[in-house]
């Protein structure tokens, strides 16, 4: 049974900082494409960052670069999301996201609320 569950997010003050695991099971984590997503309320979900599958290579969105970092442990089969100054539009539920060429998989979400 796969599993991706999401977990750190909360409320943080504007310039803070929080750190965003996703804890993987059920399928071979190592050989899987990680990312990031996010959706805001009225909004479409956006790719915020990705991670190859042995953390080689990261991409991020425009407006995350400098202040966010992906990362993932395989012996943990985790990936975190590092996310440093945070602003107000930051604010959204975080979703990881697994995937190969044959499959895709969700978590089912954290809250992440910038607000002062």
């Known amino acids: 049974q796969v599993q991706l569950v999401e977990s750190g997010g909360g409320l943080v003050q504007p310039g803070g900082s929080l750190r965003l695991s996703c804890a993987a099971s059920?399928?071979?984590?190592?050989?899987?494409?990680m990312s990031w997503y996010r959706q805001a309320p009225g909004k479409e979900r956006e790719l915020v960052a990705d991670?190859?599958?042995?953390?080689?290579?990261?991409n991020y969105v425009d407006s995350t670069k400098g202040r966010f970092t992906i990362s993932r442990d395989n012996a943990k089969n985790t990936v975190y999301l590092q996310m440093n100054s945070l602003k107000p539009e930051d604010t959204a539920v975080y979703y990881c996201k697994a995937r190969n060429v044959l499959y895709g998989y969700w978590g089912q979400g954290t809250q992440v609320t910038v607000s002062s």
């Open positions: 059920g399928f071979t984590f190592s050989r899987f494409a």
């Open positions: 991670i190859t599958s042995a953390g080689v290579t990261t």
